[in-house]
């Protein structure tokens, strides 16, 4: 059924320029001003279907330019009759800050407003903003549907829906509230869908809400950036800071860490703090001005570590992390490739190293079956405390480090 709902574009990986792809002068102008040159797979297989105004379903990893890929066929569409209304749905209050800006900095020079709807922020300046008629509505399921309920908002006359991330917004539970903003907002408008995996919850929407997108793939869904290194330590939960400590030593650049839960996330920042490594951290305990201030310090470099819950595997861009770790491994597989796209962004190289204890065989197994990759295991280095090696029961049949297992550097590896 989804075939015959979807028309697929392929087209050939041929080098091209923004002034290929039917974007008007003036907007072309402000994007290479801004330093873009050349547009990402995702961005010259969408941008010329979107801006005929066409349905778009795309699907490619983090870090692939999917905010462009949108951005610049709503900002022409909005332009071009002065009547057109955008509205972008996205998981996180960081992503939403995000993509605000990115549309800004396109958009401002010729009059687009923006309001930004997301928690932790004061709801008198939304509506302030939403009372000022702004030509695009940025925000969290949660919020918007907050507006609407309280009757701030009307959303009769978008015309552009972007669902960005949708994905990751339907395992946070986001479900309910995107299907009451979707009865909320016309049926005849053009729709945007962007995600970086293809779950059940996505074809729904494709099928019920969509008029015959046309599907834009980068990568089968799963499918993590070629130029980042995967690497696995098999580690006791006693041993796992002693081996974070000795490679936050070895690694000189920007580390991005996934803790699974907020008591993690502060723990691993204080023991840091306690070694005199400068890290912050971000999780739904924080207040936003709080979390905003610890990634801009990370993007200036003021902190070499930024220590996460999953809260940041979506939203975070900051060129040039050099090293991603899984301090504990994520609850579901889709979210290791979330969590890794933060390193190897726009063709950069990178690393994600992942620490697994030794009866957590079946989420490694979980995450190979769905990248279709082999995660190398490394042997533990030596611990001054001398403490055993894990357990050797994990590492039999397939998960021997060295038995039918290729090594996996930079793409190879992958599964045929």
Do not use: W
């Amino acid at each position: 059924m989804m075939e015959k709902q979807i028309n697929k574009f392929l087209i050939n990986e041929n080098v091209v320029t923004f002034g290929n792809l039917g974007i008007a002068p003036k907007i072309l102008d402000v994007i290479l001003r801004l330093g873009f040159k050349t547009p990402t797979s995702i961005q010259y297989k969408a941008i010329p279907e979107a801006i005929e105004g066409k349905d778009i379903i795309g699907i490619a990893q983090t870090g692939t330019g999917k905010t462009l890929a949108f951005g610049i066929p709503l900002i022409q569409q909005i332009l071009k009759t002065g009547k057109e209304r955008g509205l972008i749905i996205l998981p996180t209050r960081e992503l939403a800050l995000q993509i605000n800006e990115s549309i800004q900095k396109i958009g401002q020079g010729f009059g687009i407003k923006t309001a930004v709807l997301i928690g932790g922020a004061p709801i008198g300046h939304q509506i302030k903003t939403i009372r000022g008629n702004p030509h695009v509505i940025i925000g969290t399921p949660g919020r918007i549907l907050d507006h609407l309920e309280q009757k701030t908002l009307r959303l009769y006359d978008i015309t552009i829906l972007v669902l960005d991330e949708a994905d990751r917004m339907f395992d946070m539970g986001f479900a309910p509230q995107i299907n009451k903003i979707l009865k909320a907002v016309p049926k005849n408008r053009q729709t945007m869908l962007f995600s970086a995996t293809m779950p059940d919850g996505i074809v729904k929407i494709a099928v019920n809400h969509m008029k015959l997108p046309v599907r834009v793939e980068i990568a089968k869904s799963g499918t993590t950036a070629e130029n980042i290194e995967h690497e696995l330590f098999i580690v006791k939960k006693d041993q796992k800071f002693l081996l974070l400590r000795k490679l936050l030593l070895d690694y000189k650049g920007s580390i991005l860490i996934f803790a699974r839960t907020k008591f993690s996330v502060r723990k691993i920042c204080s023991d840091l703090r306690n070694i005199e490594i400068s890290a912050a951290e971000i999780h739904s305990n924080r207040t936003l001005s709080q979390r905003k201030a610890a990634l801009e310090g990370f993007k200036l470099g003021r902190y070499k570590v930024l220590v996460a819950t999953d809260i940041a595997s979506r939203g975070i861009d900051v060129k040039g992390i050099e090293l991603v770790i899984n301090f504990d491994l994520p609850e579901n597989p889709e979210d290791y490739v979330h969590r890794i796209g933060r390193t190897g962004r726009a063709g950069m190289g990178g690393k994600a190293i992942s620490f697994a204890l030794p009866d957590q065989r079946g989420k490694v197994k979980d995450i190979e079956r769905l990248t279709k990759l082999y995660l190398s295991i490394l042997k533990l280095p030596d611990f001054p405390s001398n403490l055993n090696q894990p357990s050797d029961n994990f590492n039999k049949r397939n998960y021997s480090p060295h038995r039918n297992r290729p090594s996996h550097h930079f793409g190879h590896g992958k599964r045929k």
